[in-house]
């Protein structure tokens, strides 16, 4: 029996969050969905099969109900006409839930559509100051991954780009409100609560000036449809879900590209490859690895029930791995045929931004593919960033003879 066999549920779930196992929790998943419904010692379930999670994910008795009704530090925030304001619609069940996506919906997505083809030029411009005719260096996280996807929401939203950095920085604290609420500390919870506040405040600023300033953008026309409080929310919702996860799936991208030069070859000669090979970094390298949901009643599973109100752990990154759907699972494919992953959830919160994420991804890899002259990582595997959940590279310079 290897080292890893001989551990147990609990602690096999307990190593995919330690610091060290960063750079490759797989094996952990692996060895959980030899038990793909496990119940850890402090009674919640972790599931790791594909089957089961993708049923999970759709099932109406299994909720979000974020934060945890009976988390003693839960309080209860009203609404003017009384009544209860449940928060970002990710964490809300239906009919709440339904009611807040329907309206973003119908104004993201037709926006979407009318910037991807705004996206190439936006990765040129990021990419301008490396073209120099010389050797260089980029960082794909800091010079690229990082600051795409908050132009491109900010492009979306109407924010002023003279405050994307503003924005950017409320990204990167406020993310870790993603993270599951046992794992946040007291501090954790007061530092969110201030930079909840701050955005707070700069978004009613950036509401008065449009208001003042009306345009077509997505903040004037959700301003239209919701109230204050679901519109702070809604705001703050996209900035958050959309940016860390698109962060990670450039830079998990960029590297897994790095480690398979011959996908990095094919992509630069052919852009086409970069459909299923997107899909492919989604499935093998998912920028989400977990999320969490409570059971709403008793549910039957592999031949044990979850009774109602028992917490559980969807591992998105072991069903992305999941050898009874997935032919040769650990390896790269990147033109893998069928390719139903985890990676943006599934039923009612299935990702709003999944468009988006993908035009960004594609554009921003095959780009970094065919102007980059015989790259190079500097260091393998690149330092992590804490995130055990939305988890990807804190850095990963990449050196090249020539950027075209
Ligand atoms: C929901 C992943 C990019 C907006 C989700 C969920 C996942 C996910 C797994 C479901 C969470 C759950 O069920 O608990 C990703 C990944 C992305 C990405 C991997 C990038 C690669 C984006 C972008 C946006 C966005 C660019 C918008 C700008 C949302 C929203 C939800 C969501 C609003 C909540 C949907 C709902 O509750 O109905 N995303 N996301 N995401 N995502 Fe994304």
């Known amino acids: 029996m290897t080292t890893i066999e001989r551990l147990s549920e609990t602690e096999l779930f307990e190593n995919i969050f330690k610091p060290e196992n960063r750079s490759d929790p797989y094996p952990f998943y692996r060895q959980l969905r030899r038990q793909p419904v496990s119940r850890i010692e402090d009674g919640r379930w972790v599931i790791t099969r594909h089957r089961d999670i993708a049923q999970l994910l759709r099932d109406p008795r299994v909720g979000v109900s974020k934060p945890d009704p009976s988390d003693p530090r839960r309080q209860t925030i009203r609404k003017p ?5 449940e928060g970002p619609f990710l964490n809300q069940d239906p009919p709440g839930h339904d009611e807040l996506r329907a309206v973003v919906t119908d104004e993201f997505i037709p926006r979407v559509m009318t910037i991807r083809g705004h996206l190439e030029e936006l990765v040129s411009a990021h990419l301008a100051p490396f073209v ?10 800091n010079d690229l991954a990082y600051p795409l996807p908050v132009t491109v929401i900010c492009e979306l939203l109407g924010v002023p780009r003279e405050d994307e950095a503003i924005f950017g920085d409320f990204a990167r ?25 701050e955005m707070t405040a700069y978004c009613a600023g950036l509401f008065d000036f449009r208001r003042e300033n009306p345009d077509d953008g997505l903040l004037c026309a959700l301003m239209n449809r919701l109230d204050l409080f679901d519109l702070h929310a809604t705001v703050q919702l996209l900035l958050i879900a959309g940016h860390e996860t698109t962060v990670n799936l450039i830079t998990n991208g960029t590297l897994t590209l790095m ?14 490859l970069a459909i299923p090979l997107v899909e492919e970094v989604l499935r093998y390298e998912p920028p989400v690895q977990m999320t969490t949901r409570r059971a709403l009643a008793d549910i039957d599973l592999g031949g044990v029930t979850i009774t109602q109100g028992s917490r559980m752990f969807l591992m998105l990154a072991a069903g992305n791995r999941d050898e009874t759907v997935f032919a040769d699972p650990d390896r790269f494919v990147p033109d ?54 939305l988890r990807g590279p804190e850095h990963l310079p990449v050196a090249f003879e020539r950027m075209s």
């Open 259 to 272: 480690r398979n030069p011959s996908a990095m070859a094919r992509l630069r000669e052919d852009p086409d």
């Open 132 to 141: 120099t005719g010389q050797a260089g260096e980029l960082d794909v996280v």
């Open 173 to 197: 604290r406020l993310t870790r409100g993603l993270d599951p609420a046992e794992t946040q500390t007291d501090e954790d919870l007061r530092e969110l609560a201030i930079a909840r506040g």
């Open 81 to 85: 006409d009384g009544s209860p304001f």
């Open 336 to 389: 893998r045929e069928s390719n139903p992953h985890l990676a943006y959830g599934g039923g009612v919160h299935y990702c709003v931004g999944a468009t988006l994420a993908r035009a960004e991804a594609q554009i921003a890899l095959t780009a970094l593919a065919r102007r980059m002259r015989a790259p190079a990582l500097v260091a393998d595997p690149p330092p992590y960033r804490e995130n055990a959940i």
